[in-house]
């Protein structure tokens, strides 16, 4: 109901700032409407600028088309009265080239937005080829004038939209995410909840029960409430990562609504939605230490469940509390706290670290404490100060090695200049050729209709390789839909003799609602809802001096023409690039970059939780563009040369390597929230070896997979296999880990790990310290380890997954 209600207000403010133009357009004084000589391009901005109709958009799209107005329509005066001089005004090849070099030098820079670069690039074929179509001759008046009035239709666009959205009330997109990051709080309460109650059903022991068929009855009603928690989880985690979305949508337009009115309203002021990240990871750390857990097999076992289960349902309705009340800096009651703090002492001493069976409720444990700390004080424990890799580094590092830290940041900057820049290049040589070749195909093909094949390049370029060819079947989508609705609608009104401008321009207001909602769809989505918005607009709201019908099919060719010549600007500049070409070479990047968060010696220095971070951070970005190109080589169509692409593989390949990072995560953050200071590089050595020794193998494979042929791949594991491999990791060569599984396997290495960890705690022990930190030291031991076996067994599927990739489906 929230996003109808939602997608409702945008469409009848979308509709809105239509009525505006069009009202203007038609009933404003001659004084002001004669330098409206082109209120279409009116509405094309009005529908740029108005995508969310909100005050922080229409804000940015108002800068955002003053920006456009220095870029594309000032500079067009100095090269009209250029063509006036020269008398290249009436050629059709000198028009192109003006306009491809023009489109060249708009989207060069990188820190124009896109919506800037689409509405200079509109005013440029406004400027220079709609011109044809009114038949005007090219004089010193006429470069002063055509200017002028194309920036009064820009500037009329521009205001529409900002009176859209503040008549009748301001619609905020800081309300709009203030609400947004509430109900996300309120998801998540009702997520501990449901998962706590899961956690006491799965941690339940059968043994107390002396006939066999109660035990079996209760079993069964116990695992059927279980099943019917975690899916009642997953339906939540959902509907809570749908709310993350919108809230990180409009993120930017809060920053510029908080510029505007800082002080003036309680909805500019710091919300709680920039916290609710932080508190999604510690909600999906308890989700899967659910998916872990093991029904108890004695009674010991039963008894450190127990005491975990006592301190789960202690906090969790002072969490559920913190999170439906937020306060900053609340903390849990006097009484609550002592019982907590009784139970953390009985949990240091219950041993239930000692078997890796037990280590999943400790993890849930863990991850409910973070989730009370940043829902309280909107902070995690991986962003605390205690970090036990600061503490037991060196108090500083030597001069030498700041240097040589330097100097190589230094040197990996000059080398990632040069891609960026090569890259920026390519993207607007595209960019003016695409827009080059429409306005010379689209003159060719009508010299009055010849503007609209630039003006679909113009008003959808992208800001650079996006999914293109999905892009292009929903803008064919969108327009046809739309300019069967304008054709329709204009034959309707005309058949009744009612073809007058008045009700042309009612019949709009419902199909702005509608192209609303197919913005929203998954079938057409934004690019498809703006071209349906724009065909119907434009073929609805303009005095015809020709037939609509004819006008329509001379517009869908002509915007055809624009389409095509996008789709064969970007197979030009990017022959290599197709996107299940891209989903394979970053999927070497992305195990790459993973392998040297395991691989890479720690450094010495009090930088060590910081380049930790910052790595895992690079993760999480490289993952995000795996899953775009994934998501884009699942839209390419099929050719009958080439095999199809791997959807389930990569599937799979996408899942172990956001498990691989979610449980890394959780690692770092128990590893920074340890009380007392461990020696933990020493402890951890075997299980760097391990996972980097077989992520090393995956990335070997994965660029095989890209340099070679299938069969090539297949020989070269064959002869690996066979003679043993060679573990060379600074040339990026490593061995399975399947290989040494009987002295590598994940269970001997976590328990070597929590031995170490064991006798490091019996050594603290020997002192004063409180058994309370000393529970809280085996919470977080323990789920630093049950990370740690879920990371090793999910590189060997990791390993399985892009062996499959390989040898199976040829790719």
């Not at 010379?440 to 010299?447: A, I």
């Not at 679909?456 to 064919?476: C, E, K, P, Q």
């Not at 490091?760 to 022990?765: D, F, S, T």
Request: charged content about 20%; aromatic content about 6%.
């Amino acid at each position: 109901m929230g996003r109808w209600r939602s997608a409702l207000s945008s469409g009848l403010r979308a509709a809105l700032a239509c009525t505006i133009v069009g009202l203007f357009s038609l009933y404003a004084p001659p004084v002001l409407r004669r330098h409206i000589t082109f209120p279409a391009f009116s509405y094309v901005v009005t529908v740029i600028i108005v995508t969310d109709a909100t005050l922080g958009t229409a804000l940015r799209g108002a800068v955002s088309a003053a920006q456009a107005t220095l870029m594309g329509a000032l500079p067009s005066v100095l090269a009209l009265w250029l063509a006036h001089r020269t008398g290249a005004a009436e050629s059709v090849a000198a028009t192109s080239a003006v306009v491809a070099l023009t489109a060249f030098t708009v989207t060069l820079p990188e820190s124009v937005g896109p919506v800037t670069k689409r509405i200079a690039l509109g005013q440029v074929i406004i400027v220079y080829v709609a011109r044809f179509h009114e038949g005007d001759r090219l004089d010193l008046s006429f470069a002063l004038t055509h200017p002028a009035n194309v920036v009064a239709c820009t500037a009329l666009g521009a205001a529409a939209a900002m009176m859209a959205v503040v008549v009748p009330w301001p619609r905020l997109a800081s309300r709009d995410a203030m609400d947004k990051a509430r109900a996300y709080r309120v998801l998540a309460a009702e997520r501990v909840r449901v998962m706590a109650d899961a956690l006491c059903y799965s941690l339940e022991f059968d043994g107390d029960h002396e006939a066999p068929s109660t035990a079996e009855s209760c079993r069964h009603q116990r695992r059927w409430c279980l099943a019917a928690c975690m899916s009642q989880a997953k339906r939540l985690a959902s509907a809570s990562t749908a709310l993350l979305h919108r809230i990180n949508s409009v993120r930017e337009d809060v920053r510029w609504e908080r510029g505007l009115l800082s002080g003036l309203c309680r909805w500019a002021q710091a919300s709680d939605d920039e916290h609710s990240m932080e508190m999604e990871t510690p909600l999906r750390g308890m989700q899967m230490a659910l998916e872990m857990i093991v029904s108890p097999e004695n009674a010991r076992e039963n008894q450190h469940n127990n005491v975990v289960s006592d301190l789960v349902m202690t906090i969790k309705d002072q969490v559920r509390l913190a999170l439906l009340t937020p306060t900053k800096g609340s903390k849990l009651s006097p009484r609550t706290d002592g019982k907590v703090q009784a139970l953390l002492a009985t949990l240091s001493s219950s041993r239930g670290y000692e078997k890796q069976r037990q280590l999943a409720p400790l993890l849930f444990l863990f991850s409910l404490l973070q989730l009370h700390r940043a829902s309280a004080s909107g902070t995690t424990m991986i962003s605390s100060s205690n970090s036990s890799a600061k503490q037991v580094a060196p108090a500083a590092a030597t001069g030498k090695q700041q240097q040589d830290k330097q100097d190589e940041h230094q040197h990996r900057g000059k080398r990632s200049t040069m891609p960026i820049t090569r890259r920026r290049l390519v993207t607007a040589a595209k960019c003016g050729f695409s827009l080059g070749l429409a306005v010379l195909l689209g003159l060719l093909f009508s010299n009055d209709h010849g503007f609209w094949s630039g003006l679909i390049v113009a008003t959808t370029m992208a800001a650079g390789r996006d999914l293109t060819w999905a892009l292009a079947l929903a803008r064919a989508h969108g327009t046809a839909l739309g300019s069967v609705y304008g054709a329709l609608g204009c034959l309707l009104i005309s058949q009744r003799s009612l073809l007058t401008m008045d009700l042309r321009f009612l019949a709009l207001l419902p199909w702005m609602l509608l192209s609303t909602f197919l913005k929203r769809s998954r079938a057409y989505g934004p690019a498809g809802g703006v071209a349906a918005a724009l065909s119907g607009i434009i073929i609805m709201g303009r005095q015809y001096d020709e037939p609509p019908m004819a006008f329509t099919v001379a517009r869908l060719v002509e915007t055809f023409i624009g389409i095509a010549c996008v789709v064969l600007a970007d197979l030009l500049f990017h022959p290599g690039k197709r996107p299940s070409v891209l989903a394979r070479a970053h999927l070497a990047r992305c195990v790459a970059t993973l392998t040297h968060c395991f691989s890479a010696a720690p450094p010495d220095d009090d930088d060590d939780d910081g380049d930790r971070h910052q790595l895992f951070a690079k993760v999480k970005q490289e993952l995000s563009l795996l899953r775009k190109y994934v998501a884009e080589a699942r839209s390419e169509p099929t050719y009958l040369w080439l095999p199809p692409f791997p959807e389930s593989a990569y599937g799979n390949i996408e899942g172990s390597l956001s498990r691989i990072a979610q449980m890394l995560q959780l690692c770092l953050q128990a590893r920074a929230a340890l009380p007392q200071p461990l020696d933990l590089d020493a402890m951890t050595d075997d299980f760097n070896r391990v996972v980097s020794t077989s992520l090393s193998h995956c990335l070997m494979l994965a660029t095989n997979n890209n340099n070679n042929s299938p069969s090539s791949v297949q020989d070269d594991t064959s002869q690996r296999i066979s003679h043993g491999g060679d573990d060379d990791l600074e040339a990026g060569r490593g061995g399975s880990c399947c290989e040494e599984e009987e002295t590598t396997a994940p269970e001997e290495v976590v328990g070597s790990f929590l031995a170490q960890a064991r006798e490091a705690l019996l050594v603290k022990e020997d002192g004063e310290e409180e058994e309370e930190a000393q529970g809280l030291q085996v919470c977080c031991l323990a789920s630093m380890g049950l990370c740690m076996g879920q990371i090793i067994k999910e590189a060997l599927r990791l390993e399985a997954h892009i062996l499959d990739l390989t040898m199976q489906h040829g790719y």
